[in-house]
């Protein structure tokens, strides 16, 4: 089995920056993809950015100019730059990760269990 940890979760004034981190750990010969999600109390969990193994990045328009997102393949880890934060950034995020166990193994998505982000106005 493999398990995700967020990190870096937490208070912040809008306009402010903060910096979240995800460490898979487990099982693990390649991962294809890691992302980045979030839900706040009256919305469904939403994509909020993504990388692939190729270096595929996708960001949905609400963070785009605001958020990077990247990976360190010899860490399995990535990260999601948070800058100029806004009041509905709120929201509790979740790490993405799709995996393989060995090179002919069927990847398996697995989640994080998420790190609460609160932007003050």
């Known amino acids: 089995q493999v398990q995700l940890v967020e990190s870096g979760g937490g208070l912040v004034q809008a306009g402010e920056s903060l910096s979240l981190s995800c460490a898979a750990s487990?099982?693990?010969?390649?991962?294809?993809?890691m992302a980045w999600y979030r839900r706040t109390p009256d919305k469904q969990r939403e994509l909020v950015a993504s990388v692939s193994d190729r270096g595929y990045i996708y960001y949905e328009d609400f963070v785009k100019g605001r958020f990077t997102i990247s990976r360190d393949d010899a860490k399995n880890t990535v990260a999601l730059q948070m800058n100029r934060l806004k009041p509905e950034d709120t929201a509790v995020y979740y790490c993405y990760a799709v995996i393989s166990h060995s090179s002919n193994d069927r990847p398996e998505f697995y989640w994080g269990q998420g790190t609460q982000v609160i932007v003050s106005s």
């Open positions: 487990g099982s693990i010969f390649s991962i294809e993809t």
